[in-house]
């Protein structure tokens, strides 16, 4: 709480310095008594009515949602980046909207709690430890040169690319009730035992990465950088993804939140990559589903605010405004309950019950029945999260979602994997 | 009417039927799972019976939010079909004479209903940048404020977003307006004017009743088309969506049967709304022989 | 109707006019180009101009983040990459319409058999134009469901639980639920003849309204069954019908990437999926190398389906 209003008092002091500084020129002046409303880009996953409602009780500024579907994001910011104010997108766009030039570098010093964000977003650390770099990681493209620049720094910078919203490790995810054994790593997507029953992630860059995992697993092949794969070793994997295909391997590929869901759900599908909340999903309708931790780790995923090019004045400093407040613990709290991190996880802790804190964040058993922030009942008194704390799960990431250097030649051997 | 049916009508009846229960499949699985109970998903098993998902949506601020993108819709197909009769009535009158372009515009009408819907839009939006470009442009160097800073974009549901559905509709509306000049007798307009009928008359008191039934067709195609018109208008709404793609956007992340009660409510709805109509019409047309 | 009456009423003052014959001539000369112009420019703007683009930039290079002009055939080299390499093995692009083109043939079979079927169910057998629009906007109904909401509503109705499947071994008639029913061959088959059989009836119904009764029973009367009759006498006289729904259901199926990739588990190759799959990442002057040329092979066969029949005079 003494956080929140550290935020209320610095903004309010802004806001008046804005004022003073444009009370030479009227046009503006009247502008900045007017309500702002931030058109918000991403995906409906990422948008949260409650946010919105809570951030135009607590700041004054009105969210206007624009939803789209994943691969629409990136398209949106380099075909029409004049129609939002605020991008969420996934961290390994970056190498496609950074070199666009449609993006702008934040300044970090008008971000209250860039020091504070999680180790894993800053520095590719959980505790200390280097987690997993392969594919696009977060820390590897969060800098720019400066705020104009189209190419990333190796070092921190005052300016940066995208501040975290949510983050996660995925893995497979399993029906116990149908499958009878131990799943114990990624190898078991491509076991034959599940033919017919297995689905993979359709967005290719993910996908292949999923297939990589499975094949590294299995010893088939052994990876320099899954995420950025050479000819070689894509060649390689797509002609195992078809090899597979062929076998009738797949029921059906995946490529949003819902399919995931109902493919699970309907029991489709018994095995296959997962998010955990879309986990947490299959659950609430009373379907057992299990978020199963893998030897070989997870593949981690990391999504955050951008500001296009074009936005200034005083969209500019309500989108500065909105961000501060994200990161100050109702929203991180919000979006922890569903299963997802948060950028800056001390705050969230400060808007959570420590019975909910312990259970989403420390691998305890639930002192009390752990509910969803809109009521309904996620899991009862006594469970324990698949995957454990915090460190257990972030601190075993093997790799990251990427777009490879080998985009090219990849989308080609994708499209030759589904014709074939 | 004819008291006898033959035997065919029966069997032909039975697969029309058949048909009907072909097209109203999916439509059963949304109707039964609309009303899924409160703990229920989007497939089967039913999870208990309630009318829950219903009054989240009556309530609203579930996860199915659709209220501007409904209404920006329904104003958007309301436009495009009294755009696409109009311009198609305009167009199927030009068709019964000969003029220079005929073949041209023909081919052009039938080659926008094959050219994926995906790259039309595409083009659209292509087009629409380099436009705002311009305008932005024009602003600087003449120094007119409000482009300078008020202007985002040209792209919008009835600016590139009209256009990309006039694209999909009047093809359509073309091609009725044919079958229907096709079997339009002259020789009652040539009765009109013979009668001293300006065209104007001829057109307002003889051609436009006696095409009106099929009018309302045209209409009907051209907003059922723009209601739900999803590829074309996926690059070019600028930062509105529509109905459909909201819907395309939220359904990847609603995993609850709200969705379904939706579903249920609008089929629902448009279907009572047509039984009304029909009602009236029926209970004005005998008044109107006598009138 | 404003454009109407602004055309109409610029001619009418020339008619009343002394020299009545000559001007009219003029104005009746001018009045199909006024007429046709809001059609003209529509496309014009939203068609020809936005596709004139996607083919220039279909020359274009590209990266992972931009499009800068160029004069390049790559994009093309691209498509038919590996085509002569990999001879007698058919490369990725051939394979994709190939596929295309199956499900074009067999989707055509089908909405033309139930196409056919319905629509002389409701030319010859249903008297009153009343009851007949009643029908059709009984088929009309279901497309009023968005049909995004209706194509996640295949799943409980076709998949392994699905409604289908549970009414089958509820019966008996089957004791394991059938896997093929959804995400195959089959499932794609289904939903696009649920999709476009009405865009085959309405063309048939349409031609076969047109055909003179008294021929029908001139045939009867001359002795011809009723197999002989529908062979020899309505078939022929609904063929542009059956060309222009043909049309309609060849050039839909070829450019559709929706349904073909939700009922094929998205496991199906189309060359829309391929077209969509290359925006996903940008590379727009490929994808526009790759509508242009399912463009031209749809065209091709358009044209020559045009060439069968003129669609102006027999709608």
């Known amino acids: ?36 409303t931030l058109r918000y880009l991403s995906t409906a996953v990422n948008q949260s009515p409650a946010i919105a409602e809570k951030a135009s009780e607590d700041l004054g500024i009105d969210i206007e949602y624009i939803a789209v579907n994943t691969d629409e994001v990136p398209r949106r910011v380099i075909t029409q980046p004049n129609s939002f104010d605020l991008v969420d997108s996934e961290y390994f766009s970056l190498p496609n909207l950074v070199p666009s030039g449609n993006m702008k570098g934040m300044d970090a010093s008008r971000i209250d709690r860039v020091g504070d964000l999680a180790s894993v977003i800053a520095n590719g650390t959980v505790d200390g430890e280097k987690v997993g770099w392969d594919g696009t990681a977060p820390h590897e493209v969060l800098y720019l040169e400066g705020q104009e620049a189209t190419s990333f720094a190796s070092e921190p910078t005052e300016w940066i690319t995208l501040i975290p919203t949510t983050y996660n490790a995925d893995t497979l995810g399993i029906r116990p009730d149908l499958i009878d054994r131990e799943i114990t790593s990624w190898a078991s997507l491509l076991d034959p035992d599940f033919a017919g029953r297995a689905s993979i992630l359709n967005i290719p860059s993910i996908g292949i990465m999923d297939a990589a995992m499975a094949l590294e697993a299995r010893g088939d092949l052994t990876y320099g950088d899954k995420g950025n794969m050479t000819r070689e070793e894509i060649d390689a994997t797509i002609a195992a993804l078809i090899e597979a295909k062929r076998a009738g391997q797949f029921r059906a590929f995946w490529s949003n939140f819902q399919e995931s869901v109902n493919l699970m759900a309907s029991g489709e599908v018994v095995i296959q990559s997962m998010w955990s909340p879309a986990v947490t999903a299959v659950r609430t309708q009373g379907v057992p589903c299990i978020y199963q931790p893998l030897q070989e780790g997870y593949r981690a995923w990391a ?9 200034e004045g005083r969209k500019e400093d309500a989108a500065y405004e909105f961000i501060n407040w994200f990161l100050s613990g109702w929203a991180g709290a919000h979006l922890s309950k569903q299963g997802y991190y948060p950028a800056v996880l001390g705050t969230a802790k400060e808007f959570m019950e420590p019975y909910e804190w312990a259970y989403w964040y420390e691998g305890a058993a639930a002192e009390q029945d752990i509910l969803a922030p809109d009521g309904r009942l996620l899991e009862e008194a006594g469970a324990v999260r698949d995957g454990g704390s915090y460190e257990e799960r972030m601190g075993a990431v093997a790799c990251w979602n990427a777009v490879m250097d080998e985009n090219q030649h990849m989308v080609r051997k994708w499209n030759e994997f589904i014709a074939a | 009417m004819s008291a006898r049916r033959p035997r065919s009508f029966y069997v032909l009846a039975f697969l029309f039927v058949l048909f009907l229960l072909f097209l109203y499949g999916p439509m059963i699985s949304i109707l039964v799972l609309s009303f899924q109970g409160p703990e229920g998903g989007l497939v089967f098993p039913m999870v208990g019976v309630s009318t829950h998902w219903f009054e989240r949506l009556w309530a609203g601020g579930g996860q199915v939010e659709i209220g501007a993108a409904l209404r920006r819709s329904f104003a958007l197909a309301l436009v495009v079909m009294v755009l696409t009769v109009t311009i198609s009535v305009l167009a199927g009158l030009a068709f019964r004479r000969r003029f220079r372009g005929a073949t041209v515009l023909l081919y052009v009408a039938i080659a926008s209903l094959i050219v994926p819907s995906i790259v039309v839009s595409l083009g659209i939006a ?7 470009d311009a305008i932005k442009a024009v602003g600087a160097v003449a120094g007119i404020e409000w482009v300078q800073t008020g202007f985002v974009s040209a792209l919008g549901p009835f600016t590139s977003g009209l256009g990309a559905h006039l694209t999909w509709t009047l093809p359509f509306g073309l091609l009725i307006m044919f079958a229907v000049f096709n079997r339009f007798d002259p020789a009652y307009e040539e009765a009109a004017r013979d009668l001293g009928a300006t065209p104007w008359q001829t057109f307002r008191h003889v051609t436009l009743p006696m095409i009106a039934p099929f009018l309302i067709g045209v209409a009907v195609f051209g907003f059922t088309l723009s209601w739900d018109e999803l590829a074309r208008s996926s690059q070019v709404m600028g930062a509105q969506n529509t109905l459909p793609m909201q819907l395309a956007a939220k359904t990847t992340t609603v995993t609850d049967p709200e969705i379904y009660a939706l579903g249920t409510a609008t089929t629902g ?11 009236l019409i029926s209970l004005m047309q005998p008044r109107r022989k006598r009138g | 109707m404003t454009d109407a009456t602004d055309t109409n009423a610029g001619v009418r003052p020339v008619r009343a006019s002394a020299g009545r014959r000559g001007s009219g001539r003029a104005g009746t000369a001018l009045a199909p180009y006024l007429q046709a112009a809001p059609m003209a420019l529509v496309f014009l703007v939203f068609f020809v101009l936005p596709l004139a683009a996607t083919i220039v930039v279909s020359f274009w290079q590209y990266t992972q983040y931009s499009i800068e002009p160029a004069f390049t055939a790559q994009n093309y080299g691209d498509v038919f990459y590996g085509c002569l390499a990999d001879l007698p093995r058919l490369c990725t692009t051939f394979l994709t319409y190939l596929s295309t083109l199956k499900f074009c043939l067999i989707v055509w079979v089908t909405t033309l058999t139930i196409g056919f079927t319905v629509a002389y169910f409701l030319a010859f057998h249903v008297h009153t134009l009343k009851i007949q629009v009643i029908c ?29 499947n549970q009414t089958l071994v509820g019966m008996g008639v089957i004791d394991t639920p059938l896997e093929e029913l959804l995400y195959s061959d089959f499932a794609v088959i289904l939903a696009l003849t649920h999709l476009y059989t009405l865009f085959m009836v309405v063309p048939i119904f349409n031609s076969l309204m047109r055909i003179d009764r008294s021929l029908i029973e001139a045939a009867r009367d001359a002795g011809a069954g009723g197999p002989q009759t529908l062979l020899h006498v309505i078939l022929p006289l609904a063929r542009p019908g059956i060309l222009i729904g043909s049309i309609f259901v060849v050039t839909v199926v070829m450019g559709d990437f929706l349904t073909i990739g939700i009922m094929g588990g998205q496991q199906i190759a189309s060359v829309g999926k391929v077209i969509q799959t290359q925006m996903q990442f940008l590379q727009f002057p490929l994808a526009a190398a790759n509508a242009v040329i399912l463009l031209a092979a749809v065209l091709v066969g358009v044209w020559a389906l045009l060439k069968l ?7």
């Not at chain 1, 500084?21 to 008594?33: E, K, L, N, S, W």
């Not at chain 3, 906007?137 to 909401?149: N, Y």
């Open chain 1, 1 to 36: 709480m003494t956080d929140w209003t550290k935020t209320s008092r610095r903004s309010v002091l802004r806001g008046a310095a804005a004022l003073a500084g444009t009370a030479a020129f009227p046009a503006p002046f009247v502008h900045a008594q007017e309500r702002v």
């Open chain 1, 303 to 311: 999504s955050g605010f951008g500001l296009p090019r074009t936005i």
């Open chain 2, 126 to 132: 292509l087009e629409f940048r380099l436009l705002d």
């Open chain 2, 269 to 279: 709805g448009s279907v009572l709304l047509l039984l009304v109509a029909f009602t």
């Open chain 3, 136 to 164: 059709f906007l009984l088929c009309t109904i279901p497309f009023w469901t968005s049909i995004v909401i209706r194509m996640i509503s295949w799943i409980p109705l076709l998949g392994r639980n699905g409604l289908v």
């Open chain 3, 309 to 315: 029949v003129d669609i102006r005079k027999e709608l």
